[in-house]
């Protein structure tokens, strides 16, 4: 998988209240800096708040912003005749 871009950032909204979820799930979020349902944050895009967010992908929704867009599984190929 190819790296994201340095200016790549990911806009992250709570939309779930993280009341009868776990406490590991309610410190992931506060982590990412939200603080309530509608609260956003935008953080870098990287492997670490990738697997943030991934852990609390019920609560949450993710947007990319800045930077290059993502081409993860949209690889362009050049043919060339033979």
Same mark, same amino acid.
Not at 3 to 15: K, M, N
């Given at each position: 998988?190819?790296? +994201?871009? =340095?200016?790549? *950032?990911? *806009?992250?909204?709570? $939309? %779930?209240? @993280? !009341?009868?979820? !776990? &406490?590991?799930? *309610?410190?992931? $979020?506060?982590?990412?800096?939200?603080? &309530?349902? &509608?609260?956003? $944050?935008? !953080?870098?895009?990287?492997?670490? =708040?990738? /697997?943030?967010?991934?852990?609390? *992908?019920?609560?949450?929704?993710?947007?990319?912003? &800045?930077?290059? +867009?993502?081409?993860? /599984?949209?690889?362009?190929?050049?043919? @060339?005749? %033979?």
């Amino acid at each position: 998988m190819a790296e +994201p871009t =340095t200016g790549a *950032r990911l *806009r992250v909204t709570q $939309v %779930k209240s @993280t !009341i009868s979820h !776990i &406490g590991r799930n *309610r410190a992931t $979020v506060r982590a990412l800096g939200l603080h &309530g349902i &509608g609260s956003s $944050v935008e !953080i870098p895009d990287n492997a670490a =708040t990738r /697997g943030m967010v991934r852990q609390v *992908r019920f609560l949450v929704t993710v947007e990319e912003v &800045g930077g290059a +867009p993502a081409t993860r /599984g949209a690889a362009v190929t050049e043919e @060339t005749s %033979k």
